[in-house]
């Protein structure tokens, strides 16, 4: 009777530890995964974090977005200078004349087709656009739609902004007058759209087919945006458009 009284003993102490074990393990397992999750959380933080400009944040004057989905009905304010008959904000024009400059270093001369647009004048591109494509032939839905990939609605155009210039190599100019993308068959436009951040403007919209879908806008070789060099230089080396980059600050 005593010995098995005490395997008895020695079972129910078996079972006993058994239990606890189990119980220890249940109240321990949650805390390991919430710190697991803290961990994963914290990395992508970190991760989607990594090498943004640290002092860049989407309030900056330079990074203003202007576009189908943040339209201005009013004008943007900005102290206004005039640089070969063409309007912009006073703070691009230096950057402005060291890119060009820099152009007509490598041999390239430059010239100067758009710059800052009132929202009257915007008005006027969009309108004229549509009746120009009304007059070859297209419906009206046809000619809005046509003239909505090119050209931003009034309020939704970043020219009001007077930090987007439309500049091109004087020869691709002279070979297509009403701006095309193939513009960008001339060395002069190549060159122009490889050294742009170095001045702190980016090529606004690029070719790709992620970056029509960011900007709602078909490529366009000639138009650059002022941003700032920091700036210029992370969304040109990431392959971003103005609208992810700012997604992304506006996440850390």
């Known amino acids: 009777m005593v010995g098995r ?122 309108d004229q656009s549509i009746a120009q494509h009304e007059a070859n032939g297209m419906t009206h839905d046809q000619a809005v739609k046509l003239t909505q990939t090119v050209i931003q609605t009034p309020g939704s155009s970043e020219h009001q902004t007077g930090l987007a210039v439309d500049l091109a190599g004087t020869d691709a100019v002279a070979k297509y007058p009403q701006l095309m993308a193939q513009m960008d068959e001339f060395k002069s436009q190549q060159w122009l759209i490889q050294h742009a951040p170095a001045y702190g403007f980016i090529l606004r919209y690029p070719s790709d087919k992620q970056a029509i879908s960011e900007t709602g806008i078909d490529y366009e070789s000639w138009h650059f945006r002022y941003v700032g060099i920091d700036n210029a230089q992370y969304i040109t080396k990431h392959h971003l458009t103005l609208e992810k980059y700012l997604s992304q600050l506006g996440q850390r």
């Open 5 to 126: 009284r005490q395997i008895w003993q020695k079972i129910t102490l078996i079972v006993i530890v058994i239990v606890v074990g189990i119980i220890i393990i249940s109240f321990l397992q949650p805390t390991r995964k919430k710190a697991q999750m803290q961990t994963t959380t914290t990395s992508k933080a970190v991760s989607q974090d990594s090498g943004l400009p640290k002092q860049a944040s989407v309030s900056d004057w330079q990074l203003i977005l202007v576009n189908k989905q943040h339209a201005r009905q009013s004008e943007i304010p900005f102290t206004h200078v005039t640089v070969d008959d063409k309007q912009m904000d006073k703070r691009i024009v230096a950057p402005l004349a060291a890119f060009r400059q820099a152009a007509q270093r490598a041999g390239y001369a430059t010239t100067l087709v758009s710059a800052y647009r009132s929202i009257a004048y915007q008005t006027q591109v969009y």
